[in-house]
C-alpha cells in the first residue's frame, strides 16, 4: 500500500506489521459489509488475534504501551484496508488512550478497566463524538449514584461494545447544570442496542443508536463531573487524544484512494491531467500528514489540559477532512468510470471520507473556535 510519510509518523513496526498482516482479511470482507451494512465482525477477530485491541493497555499491565502516535499510526493503517474497521476500533483504541492517561494518574477504576482490556481484549465503546459538551439525555441522582435515560448516536462497534464511556447532562441544585461522564456496561439493565445505521459511508462500523432507560449507576462509575456546554480542561484531553486517533482512521481512507489512484494512472502514465492529479493528490496527503504530525507533537505523549492543543488537532483534523474529500475526488477522476461502480475501492473511499467532518468540531466550526480564541473571546 503506497503512502505519503514522514519520518515523525512512523511508529514502531511491530503494530504496523500485525496491521498489514490482517488486512487481507479486512480487505476481503469490506465491500460486503459496506454493501449489507453490517459489522466488520471478521476484522474484529483478526484484531484480537494479532492482540491490537490491548495497543494502548500499559506493558505492565499486558499490553503494547503504545503512544498516542503509535495509536494513531494503526488506525492510519488499518485504514489503507478497510475505513470502517479503522474508524470503529478506533473509538476503542482512543477510550484505552484515555484510561491509560487516568491509571498513569492513579484515577479509580482505570487499573481494573486497562488489565481486563489487556487479559480478555474487550471492547470500550464511546459516545462522545454525539454528545461533546452538549450531551443527550438526563441523568437523576438516587441513593448510591444516578439513573440515566436517553438516546445515544453514532455509537460505533456498539453490537460487540462491553463497556460504554458516555456522558449524561446533570441538573444540580446548587451548581447549575453539570455533564457527568459514566462508564456503563451494556449488559446493565435498561440498555437497548438498536439497528438503525443505514448512511451513506462508514457502513460497516454498526454505530447504531444505544437507549438508555432508567439505568442505574453508581457512584463509583461516575468518572468525572465537569461544567455544562464548556471544553473544559479534561475534555480538552478527551478530544486530544480521541481526535488524533481518529484523524489517522480517515487520513488511511485518503490514503487507500490515493495508492488506488495510482494504480489506474499507470495505464496512462503520460497524460498530463493525470500527472497533475497525482501530483495534487499527493501535495494533498502530504500536508495532511505534516498536519496530524504536528498536532500530536504539540500534545506530546502524556497531554495536559490545553486549549492550544485541542485546537491543533482540531486544525488536523480539519485538513486531513478537506485533504481527503479532494483526494478521493480526484482519485475518482483518475480511475475514471470504473471508480463509479459499487465494489470499487476508490468508491467506497469517496463515501466513508464524508464521515469525517461531521465528528466535532466540523472543520468551520474549528475555524469559529480558533478565531475566537485568538481574540481572546470566550468560547460558546
Not at 62 to 85: F, K, M, N, P, S
Not at 164 to 175: A, I, L, Q, Y
Not at 204 to 228: C, W
Not at 332 to 337: E, L, N, R, T
Request: glycine share 10%; hydrophobic share 45%; proline share 5%.
Amino acid at each position: 500500500m503506497t503512502t505519503i510519510d514522514s519520518t515523525a509518523t512512523r511508529m514502531s513496526t511491530s503494530l504496523t506489521d500485525r496491521a498489514d498482516e490482517i488486512g487481507p482479511v479486512l480487505a476481503a470482507n469490506a465491500a460486503r459489509h459496506d454493501r449489507e451494512a453490517t459489522f466488520v465482525s471478521e476484522a474484529y477477530g483478526a484484531l484480537r488475534e494479532a492482540g491490537l485491541l490491548r495497543a494502548a493497555v500499559p506493558s505492565e499491565l499486558g499490553g503494547d504501551g503504545a503512544t498516542i502516535r503509535e495509536v494513531a499510526g494503526l488506525q492510519r493503517t488499518l485504514g489503507h484496508y478497510c475505513g470502517a474497521t479503522a474508524l470503529a476500533s478506533a473509538m476503542h483504541q482512543h477510550v484505552t488512550c484515555f484510561t491509560a492517561w487516568r491509571y498513569r494518574r492513579g484515577l479509580p477504576g482505570a487499573e481494573a478497566t486497562l488489565r481486563r482490556i489487556a487479559d480478555e481484549q474487550i471492547v470500550l465503546v464511546s459516545t462522545g463524538g454525539g454528545d461533546f459538551t452538549h450531551p443527550a439525555g438526563e441523568a437523576v441522582a438516587v441513593d448510591g449514584g444516578y439513573r440515566v435515560s436517553g438516546r445515544k448516536r453514532f455509537v460505533s462497534q456498539s453490537s460487540v461494545g462491553t463497556v460504554m464511556s458516555t456522558m449524561f447532562p446533570f441538573d444540580d441544585p446548587d451548581r447549575g447544570m453539570r455533564v457527568l461522564n459514566m462508564a456503563i456496561p451494556f449488559a446493565s439493565e435498561g440498555v437497548d442496542v438498536g439497528s438503525n445505521w443505514d448512511t451513506l459511508g462508514m457502513r460497516g462500523t454498526a454505530s447504531d443508536d444505544v437507549v438508555l432507560t432508567d439505568v442505574f449507576v453508581p457512584q463509583e462509575r461516575v468518572l468525572a463531573d465537569r461544567p455544562y456546554g464548556v471544553i473544559d480542561p479534561p475534555l480538552q484531553v478527551i478530544a486530544s487524544i480521541g481526535f488524533s486517533i481518529i484523524s489517522g482512521a480517515y487520513l488511511g481512507v485518503a490514503e487507500a484512494a490515493y495508492a488506488e489512484a495510482l494504480k489506474a494512472g499507470a495505464r496512462n502514465p503520460d497524460d498530463p491531467i493525470v500527472q497533475r492529479a497525482i501530483g495534487l493528490m499527493r501535495q494533498r496527503l502530504q500536508v495532511a500528514a505534516w498536519a496530524l504530525d504536528g498536532a500530536l507533537t504539540e500534545i506530546g505523549d502524556d497531554p495536559t489540559p490545553s486549549f492550544d492543543g485541542f485546537l491543533a488537532i482540531m486544525a488536523a483534523k480539519a485538513e486531513i477532512a478537506r485533504a481527503g474529500v479532494e483526494v478521493c475526488d480526484l482519485a475518482m477522476q483518475v480511475a475514471g468510470g470504473s471508480a463509479f461502480f459499487k465494489g470499487s475501492v476508490i468508491e467506497r473511499c469517496y463515501r466513508d471520507i464524508r464521515a469525517a467532518a461531521f465528528h466535532p468540531l466540523t472543520p468551520e466550526a474549528t475555524l469559529l473556535a480558533a478565531g475566537r480564541h485568538a481574540l481572546g473571546l470566550p468560547q460558546t
